[in-house]
């Protein structure tokens, strides 16, 4: 594990301890519930690959939390340019509503909605309703497809998004 890996970690894990906080649960607006599951380094609870073949997908939320509502995951974003008036970046969202399926299919549990929390700020929810899993559906398909072409077209226009992409030294549509 690299030194930047690790100190990544240990900041990942310091935020989360600070939102899981009582204090801090009511001022971001995390929901209240039982913790059972964080992918984190010295945790006490249970975080293992989420798979589910008939989707074909698989992950590891940061945080799974049991509301009244239903499981809820909760994904922490260390961006320091998070989306404006309370969005959350596509991107985002999809993992999110990747990890709310895989928990509904793997745990039998009713999932009403993901979170996405960027860096000191308020939770962003991201509902799990029937046109999101559709997108969900649609954009598993569509990246399938993609891997089986062995390609993929940029569907961005942002050279700060490709400025600091790891990949940006094959891609053949990185912008300059
Ligand atoms: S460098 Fe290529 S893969 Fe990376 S963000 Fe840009 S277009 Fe996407």
Redesign the pocket.
Known sequence: MTVLLMAATAMVLALLFFWLSAKSRKRTGIPAGEVFYQDLVGQPFAARDLRSLKLGISGRPDCLIRTVDGIVPVELKNSNRPPARGEVYPNHMIQNLAYCALVEEQLGERVPYGLAIYAGQQVRRVEFTDSSRRWLMHTIAAVQAARLARR?D???D?RG????????D??????R
Not at 170 to 175: I, R
Request: hydrophobic share 20%; proline share 0%; aromatic share 0%.
């Open positions: 993929a940029r569907n961005h942002r998004r490709c400025s600091g992409c790891g990949v940006r094959k891609c053949d549509q990185a912008l």
